[in-house]
Structure formats: structure tokens, C-alpha cells
T-cell receptor, first 112, second 113 residues
Framework: GENVEQHPSTLSVQEGDSAVIKCTYSDSASNYFPWYKQELGKRPQLIIDIRSNVGEKKDQRIAVTLNKTAKHFSLHITETQPEDSAVYFCAASIGGYQKVTFGTGTKLQVIP | EAGVVQSPRYKIIEKKQPVAFWCNPISGHNTLYWYLQNLGQGPELLIRYENEEAVDDSQLPKDRFSAERLKGVDSTLKIQPAELGDSAVYLC???????????FGPGTRLTVL
């Protein structure tokens, strides 16, 4: 089955700096890659996603890139703010949400 | 629009006891998922329903776990008997269909003593 690895497990940045989280996947058939943000004690929430026919997608301060050949994808957060502090999960699936495999999470701390 | 509702939010039981979790998905959502989330880990799919049919239960430990979605709306996940290693957060999610965004409920935090 699919295996998703995520790095780093923890990340501390100064407010205003950029943060980058990287993930790799094993199944070349995976074609959908959502990213979730989970605040402490809260539910995971989708923040951005990318499909395999696109190499990059941006939404305000958040961007995702995908390298299908290398089977890795990344989340980029620019101009970080304290409210960006949370655990971020990458995920991979084949054809939507049928079977989403999550990474192990990155705890992001934005220091004011 | 109300979100996915789960109850109870917290449950503490002793090992070998049974426990049940309830989920009410967003109205109109045909697909329902149960996930297990261990501390410091990402959610892991236990079972996925399309309406009342369990279309993927390959990761559900069927010796002690069971689930049902009898009328294709709300769902119950049961563990009998519970083991210490079952302590985790059980998340329910729903989506209009398997190709649509899934929305998570707040989860049930289970502690087995």
C-alpha cells in the first residue's frame, strides 16, 4: 500500500519567515495530494490540495509543489503568523478520498 | 450548515469493556469515514461507507471492531472488548462522494485503563 513520509517532525520559525514541509510518497499511482492543518485538540481541516496534473498551486500565503518523477511534494507557507502554529499533515491518495494515506505530521511553531 | 457531529467527545473505560462511538455526517453526504488517530500520528482509515454499504473495511480489526450505518446516515463504531492499545482519537468524516472534500468531526478521545 501507499506510504507517506513527512519531514521535519517539528519546525520552529520566527514570525514573518517562511516554513517548508516536505513529503514523499511511494505509490506512483497516487494522483491527489491534500494538506491538512490540525490545531491542538481540534479536527483536521483541509487547507490546500493539488492533483497530479499540476506542478504547483498557490492560495494566498500557502503554496504546494509536486514533483511526480521524484514522488515528493511540499507545502510552503510565507509570511508566517502565530495563528499558523499547528500540526500539518500531508496525504496522498488515488482518485480522490477513497483511501487517503496521511503522513506523520509536522508540528509548526511560529514564534512572535 | 452543521458540521459532522460525534459523541461522546471523551470516553474513559477499563480494558475488556465495550465502547461505542456515534457519528452524524453533514446532511446530504453519502460517504462516511471512520479514522483512528494515535497521538502524534496522522489519521488512519478504518472503514469507508458509501451510503449504507461498507466499501472498504480492510483496515478494520474485525475481531474486536464493528461498524454500522444502517440507514445510510449516521453511523456507530464499536469496540468489544477494548484493549489498552485502543486508546486514541476516533475521527469520523463525511463527504458528498468519494471525489469530494471530506470534512472531519471533532473526534472521540478514548482512554482505556
Amino acid at each position: 500500500g501507499e506510504n507517506v513520509e513527512q519531514h521535519p517532525s517539528t519546525l520552529s520559525v520566527q514570525e514573518g519567515d517562511s516554513a517548508v514541509i516536505k513529503c514523499t510518497y511511494s505509490d506512483s499511482a497516487s494522483n491527489y495530494f491534500p494538506w491538512y492543518k490540525q490545531e491542538l485538540g481540534k479536527r483536521p481541516q483541509l487547507i490546500i490540495d493539488i492533483r497530479s496534473n499540476v506542478g504547483e498551486k498557490k492560495d494566498q500565503r500557502i503554496a504546494v509543489t509536486l514533483n511526480k518523477t521524484a514522488k515528493h511534494f511540499s507545502l510552503h507557507i510565507t509570511e508566517t503568523q502565530p495563528e499558523d502554529s499547528a500540526v500539518y499533515f500531508c496525504a496522498a491518495s488515488i482518485g480522490g478520498y477513497q483511501k487517503v494515506t496521511f503522513g506523520t505530521g509536522t508540528k509548526l511553531q511560529v514564534i512572535p | 450548515e452543521a458540521g459532522v457531529v460525534q459523541s461522546p467527545r471523551y470516553k474513559i473505560i477499563e480494558k475488556k469493556q465495550p465502547v461505542a462511538f456515534w457519528c452524524n455526517p453533514i446532511s446530504g453526504h453519502n460517504t462516511l469515514y471512520w479514522y483512528l488517530q494515535n497521538l502524534g500520528q496522522g489519521p488512519e482509515l478504518l472503514i469507508r461507507y458509501e451510503n449504507e454499504e461498507a466499501v472498504d473495511d480492510s483496515q478494520l480489526p474485525k475481531d474486536r471492531f464493528s461498524a454500522e450505518r444502517l440507514k445510510g446516515v449516521d453511523s456507530t463504531l464499536k469496540i468489544q472488548p477494548a484493549e489498552l492499545g485502543d486508546s486514541a482519537v476516533y475521527l469520523c468524516a463525511s463527504s458528498r462522494g468519494q471525489m469530494d472534500e471530506q470534512f472531519f468531526g471533532p473526534g472521540t478521545r478514548l482512554t482505556v485503563l
